[in-house]
């Protein structure tokens, strides 16, 4: 960690390491008090000058933000480009009347981001208070049992919603999820998910071999990790960025060719469950047991589909295990890849 950012930290009296949401509510209390329109010391203007430009130091190293580079810039002249700049713009907010600084974006962002985390903890907390209720509803005694556990070694974090008072409005709270949606992580959060939900239900019902699949998504990353210790630094983009690309390209392909599939073709077939020997020991017995256990994969005639294995397994098991035929609907998709769009189990 270098000088700048332990001084930024103790400028803004948090602790090393501390959370963007931590910083901003940090931020925003001192605001408050050294405001120099509302602080009437000498040295306020300065004070507020170096609070500004710790906290904008700080929240652009959390959000990995730098400004452009080029290749003739050096580490030093962008570093010293990005002090100015956070020192011109405090030096503005720090000429402004208070009322006029709480309508500009570096405080509403803080603002909206703790109405946010306020509205969040307080949802959290009532779930927490609530986890006997709920458990009851659910599993009856045994629910209440295990729900009034939860509310006691959770009440560190709960205890705190009667300590303060909410001042946050709703159209605050919006403004602040507003805040959130915009930001690089919450995209990239958004954006994988999004993948995965592709992964499990499009990807894996095309009809290419696991292995094939996964060499494609290995390629794909080596290429994606390649570009971006090749072009990364002028892009701003970071080491999960470009696998995260990767992965979204290739699912989009996947995903047209099971959307875009047609020719339908219907193939039903006798099913038997597969079992595996579970073993039984008791810790004070010598005595062994042996038992067979069916479980959620089943075999087709002809070991059909078996290099398929996700063609082959299905949960939850109770859900099927009395049925004795499976019915498979594929389709050609788009690119040539044969897609498995439904299937059925029945007697």
Known sequence: MTDREQKAYAMLGVPEGASIAEIKKAFRAKVKKTHPDLNKEANAHEKF?????AFDYLIKQKSGKKVVEYAEVTEEQRQRYEEEKARRRAEKYARMKYKQYKQTKQYKETDAAYAVFTYMYL?????????????????????LVVGFIITFITTHIWSGIFKFKVKVSLSLFIQGLFVIIKSHKFISLLV???NIIIIMNVTINTQLTLNTILLIFILGTSISIYLHFKYGKNKRMTL???????????NSFFL????????KEIETYEIKFDKVIYHDHYRYSVKRTYRFVYISKITLPDQKYD???????FFPFENIFHYKKITYTFSDGLFGLRVLKSYEFHD
């Open 49 to 53: 000058i170096q609070l500004s430009e």
């Open 123 to 143: 949802i959290v907390s009532v779930l927490l208070l609530s986890a006997p209720l709920i458990g009851f509803i659910f599993k009856s005694v045994t629910g």
């Open 192 to 194: 994988l998910s999004l």
């Open 240 to 250: 999960i960025s470009w696998p995260l690309i990767a992965f979204t390209v290739l």
């Open 256 to 263: 047209t060719n099971f959307v875009f599939s047609n020719e």
């Open 307 to 313: 290099e398929y294995i996700w063609l082959r397994v």
